[in-house]
Nanobody, 123 residues
């Protein structure tokens, strides 16, 4: 089981990035895929989540209206579209997978994790 994030980088405030989370070794359509981020000195926080079986999505208040999660089950990939980025969005972004996370935004609910991708937003 492996998750690989990509798409991070350096962007100016107000810009956009699209992160990808590609899964191998299992099919995403039986899982919830969460996106998390961790800034230096801060705890890892849940950003968004998608139930790939029925398309239900969950979004943290801090990114609501700016970030959108989606999935392409045929490609076994989940995306996080990030628009109107702010300097406070700077963090390492991780995707994680679990069949039944009881609380979507808690990192401890997820069994499988990617290695993370850095997102840096300059003012």
């Amino acid at each position: 089981v492996q998750l690989v994030e990509s798409g991070g980088g350096l962007v100016q405030a107000g810009g956009s990035l699209r992160l990808s989370c590609a899964a191998s070794g299992f099919r995403l359509d039986d899982y919830y895929i969460g996106w998390f981020r961790q800034a230096p000195g801060k705890e890892r926080e849940g950003v968004s989540c998608i139930s790939t079986s029925d398309g239900r999505t969950y979004v943290a208040d801090s990114v609501k209206g700016r970030f959108t999660v989606s999935s392409d089950n045929a490609k076994n990939t989940v995306f996080l579209q990030m628009n109107s980025l702010k300097p406070e969005d700077t963090a390492v972004y991780y995707c994680a997978a679990d069949r039944t996370p009881a609380i979507w935004f808690l990192p401890s609910e997820y069994h499988y994790w990617g290695q993370g991708t850095q997102v840096t937003v300059s003012a």
